[in-house]
């Protein structure tokens, strides 16, 4: 199992970026896939997950700001961020694991075990 994430960086308020993680090695059915952020001094939060069917659940703190996607195959997963702010400046994480549906994913994510390696993400005022 691996994961694999690209797209981090430092941005001004109000930019825009794009996260992307690749997965591979998963040979389970009802994957689900999200992304999750620690910002330095914080607890690990969810952000977006999707699920097998494609439904998403997204943190208050985002929605409609970010979407998050995944390729045709399902071993891609995107996180495509707008209206960046300073208090998104966290590491970025992708995570992959069986899970009920994307709601479940993005609340339970204590037991997620497939982690990526994380990107930085910087937004500066």
């Known amino acids: 199992v691996r994961l694999v994430e690209s797209g981090g960086g430092s941005v001004q308020s109000g930019e825009s970026l794009r996260l992307s993680c690749v997965v591979s090695g998963f040979t389970v059915d009802r994957l689900c896939m999200g992304w999750f952020r620690q910002a330095p001094g914080k607890q690990r939060e969810g952000v977006a997950t999707?699920?097998?069917?494609?439904?998403?659940t997204y943190a208050d703190s985002v929605k409609s700001r970010f979407t998050i996607s995944q390729g045709n195959a399902k071993d891609t997963v995107r996180l495509q961020m707008t209206n960046l702010k300073p208090e998104d400046t966290a590491m970025y994480y992708c995570a992959a694991e069986q899970c009920m549906g994307s709601y479940y994913l993005l609340r339970d994510f204590v037991v997620i075990q497939n982690w990526g390696q994380g990107t930085q993400v910087t937004v500066s005022s």
């Open positions: 999707i699920d097998y069917d494609g439904n998403t």
